[in-house]
């Protein structure tokens, strides 16, 4: 029992020392792209063509600058949100997890020739997020149609 012990309070360690990685350095927008999502399915993206990664992308009349400002006012109203890095055409934020703390980072790219924002939504670590990610896309663009 005693070394039973041992091993789970060394997992539950490993598994919180995770939780805390630094953030990836495959970020950002590189040749008009957000990053591939990984084969695992803790990701999602409007850039990507794999059905079990693959989400809209979210459109807009107007300006870049001004539908990156009404996106920053729905992320605004999210719980455990935090803008990492922004421009007119380009966020960064980390949602970190209640419980665990786990962190996904979620990133918006306006493409202004085609008039859509490219989301990205990826878990840090793990293998499955249970749908979190493509939940959270989701109550976005709800937020972004009803605006």
Same mark, same amino acid.
């Given at each position: 029992m005693k070394g039973s012990g041992i091993i789970i309070i060394l997992c539950i360690g490993v598994v919180l020392s995770e939780c805390? !990685?630094?953030r990836p350095s495959n970020l950002g927008v590189r040749d008009g792209s957000l990053a591939d999502c990984p084969k695992r399915p803790n990701c999602v993206s409007? !850039?990507?063509?794999?059905?079990?990664?693959?989400?809209?992308?979210?459109?807009?009349t107007g300006s870049a600058s001004a539908a990156m400002s009404d996106l920053k006012k729905i992320i605004a109203g999210m719980k455990r949100a935090v803008i990492i890095s922004e421009t007119n055409t380009y966020l960064h934020i980390e949602f970190t997890s209640a419980f665990l703390r786990f962190v996904d980072d979620v990133e918006f790219f306006a493409d202004d020739t085609e008039k859509q924002i490219h989301v990205r939504s990826a878990s840090r670590i793990g293998y499955s997020d249970f749908k979190v990610n493509r939940g959270r896309v989701g109550r976005i663009r709800d937020a972004w149609e009803h605006r």
């Amino acid at each position: 029992m005693k070394g039973s012990g041992i091993i789970i309070i060394l997992c539950i360690g490993v598994v919180l020392s995770e939780c805390n !990685q630094g953030r990836p350095s495959n970020l950002g927008v590189r040749d008009g792209s957000l990053a591939d999502c990984p084969k695992r399915p803790n990701c999602v993206s409007s !850039q990507s063509t794999d059905p079990e990664h693959a989400v809209a992308p979210l459109t807009y009349t107007g300006s870049a600058s001004a539908a990156m400002s009404d996106l920053k006012k729905i992320i605004a109203g999210m719980k455990r949100a935090v803008i990492i890095s922004e421009t007119n055409t380009y966020l960064h934020i980390e949602f970190t997890s209640a419980f665990l703390r786990f962190v996904d980072d979620v990133e918006f790219f306006a493409d202004d020739t085609e008039k859509q924002i490219h989301v990205r939504s990826a878990s840090r670590i793990g293998y499955s997020d249970f749908k979190v990610n493509r939940g959270r896309v989701g109550r976005i663009r709800d937020a972004w149609e009803h605006r």
